[in-house]
């Protein structure tokens, strides 16, 4: 037998599994790393965060796959250079990070990568009737399989498009098992580069829960901040937004897309929300005029109104409460103007839940791998046509 199947094989049938779960998000902020033990599978998954740092990228990498990320067109020899140096400088950072912690790579049972999205396009954001939803994610597993020499999975999207879904979001299936909690309507809000959350119902009715992208979370903001103040990356703390006042003609242009009517679950990304959206929509509403700080409150006030909107549509009246994570919970005028828009709401975070608000995504990718080495995939019932039943990731092997 193949030496790392026998490996694989081992691995699944270990008591405790530990996995390295790594997200590398639309802010292309860095590369998140969390290190994790599992226990069980499915519903009787027990995980312990043992360790989680963001890598930041530099303002070089950052450019490099700037040049290739979420354009329709771009260079298409540099998209092939990027799937394998992105693949190798994850490596490169995985293998600094388990040096930092003084963990061997032999400890190590398996690294659960996402990569990095390029391009996401459902089928609602190309048109095109004969042709499938469809996703790339970049950084390609075999390179980080060879260079840490830890048995990797990687390209969960794919499965899930292949299986009826649109590749994300794929927080449902780590939420449920992680966060659910009879008696208690959860909603788990993740506000990164777009806002998506999970519906958990106390009632633990799994033809019930689902995960949606609402729209924006930082995505916008970021990329104004960087286009007026060069050499920022983002509104820290509100510091510039809270200088200006929202427009509520342009927060009204912002929300007018049919992107906002759909139904759920739907998905999205900055191939969408862009700057190029947001000029079309200050020129709609005659708000050229405003000042940049003007125009980073209203980005955050629509950000917070596309979440809002769709939580209240979501939960017509049922009681809830919200566990934040992602690094839009950093900014405080976007949690004052969510919470201006739903009084009443308890919002507290998932540390209250044992796992760091930053950590999440990473730890969800872990749980992903987890339940392909060892789970059974979930049934959410037959109304659920876009939350397959599968399980996800491809597997790489060092040798
Ligand atoms: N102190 C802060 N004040 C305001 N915003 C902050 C702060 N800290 C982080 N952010 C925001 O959080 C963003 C990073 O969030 P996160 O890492 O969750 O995104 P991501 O994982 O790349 O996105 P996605 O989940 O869409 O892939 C930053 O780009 C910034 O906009
Ligand atoms: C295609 C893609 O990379 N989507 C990301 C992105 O970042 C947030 C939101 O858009 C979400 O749909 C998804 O990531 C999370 C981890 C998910 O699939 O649940």
Request: glycine share 10%.
């Amino acid at each position: 037998m193949n030496k790392g199947l026998q490996q694989l094989f081992e691995i699944a049938n270990k008591e405790k599994r530990t996995i390295i779960g790594l997200m590398s998000g639309t802010s292309l902020d860095g590369l998140d790393i969390a290190l994790c033990d599992f226990t069980g599978h499915g519903t009787q998954t027990r995980m312990n965060l043992r360790e989680f740092t963001t890598m930041s990228y530099d303002s070089t990498f950052k450019q490099e796959v700037k040049a290739i990320f979420s354009k329709r067109q771009v260079d298409l020899e540099k998209v092939c250079v990027m799937n394998a140096y992105i693949g190798r400088f994850h490596a490169d950072l995985i293998n600094q990070c388990l040096k930092n912690w003084g963990i061997a790579q032999s400890e190590v049972d398996i690294i659960a990568s996402h990569g990095q999205t390029i391009y996401h396009a459902p089928a609602s954001l190309h048109g095109i009737a004969s042709m499938p939803d469809a996703t790339l994610q970049i950084g390609d597993g075999d390179h980080i399989a060879v260079k840490t020499g830890i048995i990797t999975l990687s390209d969960f999207r794919q499965k899930h498009i292949a299986a009826g879904g649109e590749g994300a979001p794929l927080a449902v299936y780590g939420d449920y098992l992680l966060f659910s909690e009879e008696g208690q309507n959860r909603i788990m809000l993740n506000i990164g580069g777009i806002a998506n959350f999970t519906f958990l119902p106390g009632d633990l009715d799994t033809t019930r829960i689902f995960s949606t992208d609402v729209g924006p979370g930082n995505t916008l903001m970021d990329a104004y901040v960087q286009q007026q103040f060069p050499g920022t990356y983002y509104d820290a703390d509100s510091a510039i937004a809270l200088k200006g006042r929202y427009s509520p003609a342009l927060v009204a242009a912002l929300l007018y897309h049919p992107f906002f009517e759909q139904g759920f679950p739907k998905t999205t990304g900055p191939e969408l929300f862009n700057l190029a959206y947001l000029e079309e929509a200050q020129r709609k509403s005659d708000t050229q005029h405003l000042s940049a700080e003007d125009v980073m409150a209203s980005l955050n006030r629509f950000s917070a109104s596309g979440i809002c909107e769709a939580l209240s549509r979501t939960l017509q009246g049922e009681k809830f409460e919200i566990f934040l994570s992602g690094g839009g919970m950093h900014n405080p005028l976007l949690i004052q103007n969510i919470q201006e828009m739903l009084p009443g709401v308890t919002v507290r975070n998932t540390e209250e839940l044992g796992v760091s608000p930053d950590a999440k995504e990473a730890v969800l990718f872990a749980t992903l791998a987890n339940e392909c080495l060892v789970g059974e995939p979930i049934d959410f019932g037959p109304g659920q046509t876009r939350v397959p039943s599968v399980l996800m990731g491809k597997i790489s092997l060092p040798e």
